[in-house]
């Protein structure tokens, strides 16, 4: 834990939220400033600062927990949809650097946009992308 961590703080208890789901890795909580009605955050209890962070272990105890959440936002609050968004860095709107990730309802008007406009990419470039990826993953 950290002590300056505001996440590790509310992981470990010693600020209160409305926790929906909590285990030995992870709390699960509503948002104070939600998007939508059923805005919530996974967060694991071990600190991490981001992404490039995280364990796999971890990683995938994160969506399989994210699949279970959803599940019951589904259910109980009869959503439309289901927005999971997690932020890297601030450039990429990281506020809170405590690995989360956003489970955030989605509901018919609800006028809430994240993706803006597509347009089509440069295939040159797209390839040479694919290239250095393969490579840097083999």
Known sequence: MK???IFCKIAAGKIPSSTIYEDSHFRVFLDINPLTKGHCLIVPKEHFTNIYDLDAETAGKVF?????ISRALKNVL?????NVIQNNELLAGQSVFHFHMHLIPRYK??????MGEQKPGDMEEIGKIRDLLREELQ
């Open 109 to 114: 008007g609800d006028g809430l946009i994240f």
């Open 3 to 5: 002590d300056d961590c």
């Open 64 to 68: 399989t927990l994210a699949t279970l």
């Open 78 to 82: 009869k959503c439309d949809g289901l």
